[in-house]
């Protein structure tokens, strides 16, 4: 969930067991049976699929 500068609230994805953002405010997100991205232009992907998933990490590496 997310509040807009119009306080209005947006849900982002349901079912999230765990999440973190990148530093080009992507969202990496897990419902426990796949890794979803939301880019920061908005495009989403399924990025992984798999079993018993319990967190996901972003690492942003140095340019």
């Not at 765990?18 to 920061?40: E, F, R």
Request: net charge negative; glycine share 8%; proline share 3%.
């Amino acid at each position: 969930m997310r509040q807009a500068n119009q306080g209005i609230p947006e849900v982002l994805a349901e079912g999230v067991l765990s999440y973190d953002l990148a530093l080009d405010d992507t969202i990496v997100y897990t419902n426990g049976s796949a890794i979803y991205t939301i880019h920061s232009d908005g495009t989403r992907e399924r990025s992984l699929t798999g079993n018993l998933i319990e967190s996901v990490i972003v690492i942003d590496s140095s340019p």
